[in-house]
């Protein structure tokens, strides 16, 4: 095996050990995102699977003698010949320096819907918390208590009262 087919498969297989999938999985919300999630997870397994098995085997060795015995030599020296002179060429990876750039802004994004998203869940945790509250309390509640929790009311009907407008 080529020492490059060697490290892409190493690098490969240990990229898939520090993918932390269930931390990831816990972070999707949608049913979609979830089945995409579970089909990229595949593909990436069957990637490492692939580079696992079909590259990181040696080739056998020719026996040239064998053929030599069988063929002649003139026939299988020129073969050996031309088989020995082909030159595989070197990966030379072009594509991640170009989409590193947009995934890592991709990740920096993904952070801050993270935090936002985490703060729009305390707020509606915290709402849901409070119309509970208020559903407990609504049959002794009176006007005067409702309207100390949110002034911004008493205010829109006081005004409602002195304008005389009654919603029709």
Excluded: C
Excluded at 20 to 47: C, H, P, Q
Excluded at 133 to 155: G, N, Q, R, V
């Amino acid at each position: 095996m080529s020492g490059t087919v060697k490290k892409v498969t190493d690098v490969a297989f240990k990229a898939g050990k520090n993918i932390d999938w269930e931390g990831m999985a816990k972070l999707l919300v949608s049913d979609e995102a979830r089945k995409e999630f579970a089909t990229l997870r595949r593909a990436f397994d069957d990637v490492n699977q692939a580079l696992e098995t079909k590259f990181s085997q040696e080739p056998e060795p020719i026996d040239w003698e064998y053929y030599r015995k069988g063929i002649g030599s003139r026939l299988v020296d020129m073969y050996k010949e031309h088989y020995e002179s082909i030159e595989i060429p070197k990966y030379v990876d072009n594509v991640t320096p170009q989409y590193k750039p947009k995934f890592d802004a991709l990740l920096v994004e993904l952070k801050e819907a993270e935090q936002k998203s985490l703060k729009e869940s305390e707020r509606l945790e915290k709402e849901i918390a409070d119309v509970q509250e208020l559903k407990k309390k609504l049959s002794t509640m009176t006007a005067d208590e409702y309207f100390e929790k949110h002034p911004e009311l008493k205010k829109k009907f006081d005004d409602e009262i002195r304008n005389d407008y009654w919603g029709y």
